[in-house]
Each structure stands twice: as structure tokens, then as C-alpha cells.
């Protein structure tokens, strides 16, 4: 089964860092483009950043641009989110997650897009 | 960058109803929109990508439309287990902006 688990949350004065990590089993983690995805507390889901399979194209939400690296280590089956100059809005609970890859039939093309698997997630509180 | 409305913010129908939730791209985005749903205290499920296919494992009561600006999520028939947050979200390009999310209630 696919599994996503996310470890390195936990309360963090606003300016400092923290890093997340995201372990993959269950799946050919070096043949997925793999996602952040948080959620503030009581509000909706907000993406955060993702990442190609081999690592060679990333993109990140405007918010967290120069602040925030997404990083993997295909050799460990793992994801990771640095976050550095935390703000008090970077509070939320951090998902990791998968992407999933499909024949789409309007372009006649394979196309990366959506996310099938998720982490529990875990929760960054920024806060001094 | 191409912002994602959903319309309503929230719902409240009865067992049975058939409900629609609506999710308009500032842009178009082709069909590149994926659906998910959001149970109280639990992780997002994908319920439909590319706007219209079906995720394996759910429920047929659920479907998607739609394309280049203009998306619709229907629920045919809103069961008891359906209570949900229900988000929309674009994946043509950077960034892979989700819509404010709906949440949908039984009467």
C-alpha cells in the first residue's frame, strides 16, 4: 500500500527554520512528481510546492517563493520541505503528496496532475 | 497567476438531493481540474481528475464537467457519509492553485 508520512513539525518562533521530511513506501517514489499541500487551521487546502520525479524542475506558490526549498532523495524514498523565515500565516498542518500521472485523452498526452495519495500530515505552529 | 471561485461557499440539501458545486478558473485551464473531497477531520480524498474521470473507488453519485473556465461537481444523490468539504483544483500550470473549498451539509 502507499504510504506518506511526514515527521519535523512542531512549534517554531516566527523568522527561524524548520524541516520537513516526507517517507515513501508502498511505490516507485523515483518515478512520481511529489507535492506540499498545507492547511492554515479551520480553512482550506493551499499548495505549496512541487516537485519533478528526478528532481530537475520545482515549483513553489508566490507566498513562500525564496523562503521555502523542496528537496528529495530518490535513494531514501524521501521528500522534504526547508522553511526558513517562518510567519505567524505559515502556521498550518503540512501534507505530503503524491502526484499521479494519466493518458489524457484532450491533448493525447501523458500529463502529471492531481494528487491521489496523501500524509496525514503534520502541523507547523508559528509562533513566538 | 489564474485564480480558482468555487460557488456556494456552503450548502445544505437533504438525503437524496442532488447537489452541484461550481469552480470557475479566472482563465482557461482546459481540463486540467481535479476534485476532491475533504471529510471533518480527515486527509483529502481525489475524487476526479482531468475534470471528468472518475477516481477509482468512488461512488458513481459523483461526477465532474466541464472545461476551459467553467467546472461542475455533482453529486447525484447526497448521502448521510458525503458531509464534506469539497475543493476544486487547476494543475495546467504553476501554481496548482485549489479554489476556497465548499462545504456541504445535511438539512
Known amino acids: 500500500d502507499v504510504q506518506l508520512v511526514e515527521s519535523g513539525g512542531g512549534l517554531v518562533q516566527p523568522g527561524g527554520p524548520l524541516r520537513l521530511s516526507c517517507a515513501a513506501s508502498?511505490?516507485?517514489?523515483?518515478?512520481?512528481?511529489m507535492s506540499w499541500v498545507r492547511q492554515a487551521p479551520g480553512k482550506g487546502l493551499e499548495w505549496v510546492a512541487n516537485m519533478k520525479e528526478d528532481g530537475t524542475e520545482k515549483h513553489f506558490v508566490d507566498s513562500v517563493k525564496g523562503r521555502f526549498t523542496i528537496s528529495r532523495d530518490n535513494a531514501k524514498n524521501s521528500l522534504y520541505l526547508q522553511m526558513n523565515s517562518l510567519r505567524d500565516e505559515d502556521t498550518a498542518v503540512y501534507y505530503c503528496?503524491?502526484?499521479?500521472?494519466?493518458?489524457?485523452?484532450?491533448?493525447?498526452?501523458?500529463?502529471?496532475?492531481?494528487?491521489?495519495?496523501w500524509g496525514q500530515g503534520t502541523l507547523v505552529t508559528v509562533s513566538s | 497567476d489564474i485564480q480558482m471561485t468555487q460557488s456556494p461557499s456552503s450548502l445544505s440539501a437533504s438525503v437524496g438531493d442532488r447537489v452541484t458545486i461550481t469552480c470557475r478558473a479566472s482563465q482557461g485551464i482546459n481540463n486540467y481540474l481535479a476534485w476532491y473531497q475533504q471529510k471533518p477531520g480527515k486527509v483529502p480524498k481525489l475524487l476526479i481528475y482531468a475534470a471528468s474521470t472518475l477516481q477509482s473507488g468512488v461512488p458513481s453519485r459523483f461526477s465532474g464537467s466541464g472545461s476551459g473556465t467553467d467546472f461542475t461537481l455533482t453529486i447525484s444523490s447526497l448521502q448521510p457519509e458525503d458531509v464534506a468539504a469539497y475543493y476544486c483544483q487547476k494543475y495546467n500550470s504553476a501554481p496548482w492553485t485549489f479554489g476556497q473549498g465548499t462545504k456541504v451539509e445535511i438539512k
Open positions: 503528496a503524491r502526484v499521479t500521472y494519466y493518458f489524457d485523452s484532450y491533448s493525447s498526452s501523458g500529463v502529471w496532475g492531481a494528487v491521489d495519495f
Open positions: 508502498g511505490f516507485a517514489f523515483g518515478s512520481y512528481w
